[in-house]
């Protein structure tokens, strides 16, 4: 049975990934069809983020079994209908003829690395005191697209318990310029999967 917590998986949740990631699959190769995969996947990601995180009734509902497919498709209907991509509006409606919506956001986490993975891309977290001025964030994915020689796609994260700097995360691999943890326990930090030449580009910027 589905329920509203499956609109937040954890890692540990691999049956809401896996699902995630074969309705995903399905999602981008229908968007890739009419060449529109990146909107559709931003769409998706604006609906999880704008539509279902901020408001949890409405979340709830759209996983309850105790809704009818109906009236859920014509939710989605009055949500999205002519303001979102005719791919997204009806895969969201199969979503919910098959009692799945519970885990779109899981489909929207998978979709984003499917997406990301076609196109070469690496995802960097940055995390920061404060939120990221234009500027500034302009300079981190110029800095790292730069050391990493791939196109970067920023994920930020706020974190008020950072005495200052910044802490970026490159998959298993963590830089840490923050005032409490400075850069002399890189070292310590640094794991499989980037090499040593990598992590001295990275000393200069996060230093900075």
Known sequence: MDNPEKLHPTVLDTGAEQ???VYARALISAADRVKAADQV????????????????ALAAALASPRISEEEKC????????GKAHPVLVNFLKVMG????????????????SLRDEM??????????AVPLGDDLRASVIKKIGGSTGKEIRLVEVVDPDLV??????LGDTIFDGSVSNQISKLA?????????????????????
Do not use: C, H
């Open 119 to 128: 196109l070469g891309r690496m995802i960097a977290e940055v995390r920061t």
């Open 97 to 112: 003829r098959r009692g799945r919506l519970g885990y779109v956001a899981a489909v929207r986490d998978a979709a984003d």
């Open 19 to 21: 699902l995630g990631k």
């Open 41 to 56: 996947v931003d769409e998706l990601g604006s609906f999880v983020d704008d539509a279902l995180r901020s408001n949890p």
């Open 188 to 208: 310590r930090q640094v794991k499989s999967g980037f090499s040593r030449e990598l992590v001295e580009k990275f000393s200069t910027f996060s230093s900075g």
């Open 74 to 81: 014509r939710v989605i209907d009055r949500l999205l209908g």
């Open 164 to 169: 200052g700097g910044m802490v970026i995360r």
